[in-house]
């Protein structure tokens, strides 16, 4: 079983592990330090930051039988944030556009851990559709060429374009329309809620802040997954067929 909750700041230590060993995996040791960084700012930012850092955890691994999510292994994080990622590709037309973004997001490279990105992104695409409605897109960048032919044929993202990022290097820009998963309840249950220290003014909770795109609420709605330090549990789906 994994949960998916708001990161808190017992978390750094576990979040950078994923980083470390995914970056690893990948040969990509040079994007250690920058994503370091990113989280570190994330649950340390002012409370008026609009960025939300969640955390998918291990329930099966958990140090001891029954224990909270919180004492379960981390294997895997993203950003939901109502700003597009930081490119210069994206046209002034995008940026006008209502969106949310996809950002920071890692996942242990186990075999075992394979169908977490898969699962955390469909949380991501069900949540924006039912909390943002007036959200016309989900949108991320991605540095890997193969990344982009995975988010592309494998999970239905559609190409945008890509180019030089702001650091010179080449980006591939990808967005999908937010989409509500009717199946996903088999997938997913409500799970125990996070420690009372995650309230609206502590890094497991949703931010108001500046730089929110065109269209996208400030506050969501009362009771919305961002808002509600509710976690979610989510059976594992082994040997399952591909996503759609």
Request: with cysteine; charged share 20%.
């Amino acid at each position: 079983m994994y949960v998916m909750r708001p990161a808190n700041y017992a978390d750094e230590k576990g979040i950078t592990q994923v980083i470390v060993d995914r970056c690893t995996h990948l040969a990509d040791r040079r994007r250690i330090r920058h994503a370091r960084d990113a989280v570190h700012s994330l649950l340390t930012r002012h409370p008026t930051a609009s960025d939300q850092l969640w955390v998918f955890t291990d329930e099966t691994a958990a140090p001891h039988p029954g224990s909270r999510s919180h004492d379960a292994p981390i294997v895997g994080c993203l950003t939901l944030t109502a700003r597009l990622p930081h490119t210069p590709l994206w046209t002034p037309t995008e940026h006008a556009e209502a969106c949310l973004s996809l950002e920071h997001l890692y996942t242990h490279p186990a075999p075992e851990h394979r169908r977490v990105g898969w699962m955390m992104t469909c949380c991501a695409l069900d949540h924006v559709a039912r909390t943002f409605p007036r959200a016309h897109w989900v949108r991320c960048a991605v540095p890997h060429t193969r990344l982009l032919h995975h988010l592309r044929e494998q999970w239905g993202w559609e190409h945008v374009r890509s180019g030089p990022g702001q650091d010179g290097t080449d980006v591939h820009l990808l967005q999908h329309r937010p989409e509500a998963k009717p199946g996903l309840p088999t997938l997913i249950a409500t799970g125990h809620p996070a420690p009372k220290k995650e309230s609206r003014d502590s890094p497991g909770s949703i931010r108001t802040g500046p730089r929110t795109a065109p269209g996208i609420e400030r506050s969501p709605p009362p009771g919305s997954l961002l808002l509600c330090p509710t976690t979610i549990s989510a059976r594992r789906q082994e040997n399952s067929s591909s996503p759609r």
